[in-house]
C-alpha cells in the first residue's frame, strides 16, 4: 500500500498529543528500525523490516536457522483469511514457496520483465457452473 506524508508530523502541533516524536522523553519509545520521514515523502510497505530483523536474531541466538512461519509482517498477522502469507522462497518446502509455485501465482507487470517478490494468486472462480 503506497501513501503519501500530507504533514509534517515531527513539527506540526496538531499531532503533539498524539505524536511521541516531539517529545524528548516519549522519543525513546519510537522503534528506532522505522524511520518517521518527514512532509512530502511517498511512503511504501516495508515488509515489516523490523521483524524480519528480530526474527534472524532470534534464530541465530538459538543456533538455528529461520523456520517457516518464524516471521510474520504485521499484514499478515492481521489478515483473518491467511490471505497474506510471508516466507523464504528459496526454501521449497516453505509455505510461501509452495504457493509461489501454484498455478494461480503471478507477478505484478510480469510481462514487461519486473521480477519482485511478491506472488499474488488469481481468484478462485467456478466457471463450469457459467458454461451449465
Not at 11 to 39: C, G, H, I, W, Y
Request: charged residues 25%; aromatic residues 6%; proline residues 3%.
Amino acid at each position: 500500500m503506497r501513501r503519501f506524508n500530507w504533514f509534517n508530523y515531527v513539527t506540526n502541533d496538531k499531532f503533539a498529543m498524539v505524536n511521541p516524536s516531539q517529545d524528548e522523553t516519549l522519543r525513546m519509545v519510537l522503534n528506532p528500525d522505522v524511520t518517521v520521514r518527514t512532509r512530502g515523502v511517498m511512503e511504501k510497505c516495508s515488509m515489516c523490516q523490523q521483524r524480519i530483523q528480530a526474527g534472524k536474531t532470534e534464530a541465530k541466538r538459538n543456533g538455528t536457522t529461520v523456520l517457516d512461519g518464524m516471521i510474520l509482517t504485521a499484514c499478515a498477522e492481521a489478515c483473518p483469511t491467511n490471505a497474506i502469507v510471508f516466507g523464504d522462497l528459496n526454501d521449497a518446502t516453505s509455505k510461501n514457496a509452495q504457493r509461489a509455485g501454484n498455478v494461480r501465482s503471478y507477478h505484478a507487470l510480469e510481462e514487461i520483465g519486473i521480477q519482485p517478490n511478491i506472488y499474488y494468486m488469481t481468484k478462485v472462480r467456478n466457471i463450469e457452473a457459467n458454461e451449465a
